[in-house]
């Protein structure tokens, strides 16, 4: 999943990698990780594997937030950009 091209240069707010966690952590460490940013913030998580490609913005927009980007890198690192909600 890839948005507009407008979104191509997302600046994050803050990085984390959650490359060697495994569900549900995942999405702990990433909510953690959210809720420390003001809102309209950027979050970019690097993730590995099927299961937190899906779960981890999935949740993420259930509880609100935005998923401005997706990209699978050629190294198996999953890039993700999620914007805070409100």
Do not use: K, Y
């Not at 990209?71 to 914007?83: C, Y």
């Amino acid at each position: 999943m890839t948005t507009s091209g407008q979104d191509q240069n997302i600046s994050p707010d803050q990085h984390i990698d959650i490359t060697r966690d495994i569900c549900p952590m995942t999405f702990v460490r990433t909510r953690l990780a959210l809720d420390r940013l003001q809102p309209g913030a950027v979050l970019l998580v690097e993730l590995r594997g099927e299961e937190p490609a899906r779960n981890v913005p999935r949740t993420a927009l259930e509880q609100g937030h935005a998923v401005l980007r997706q990209e699978a890198g050629p190294d198996g690192v999953t890039r993700l950009w999620l914007r805070r909600g409100g």
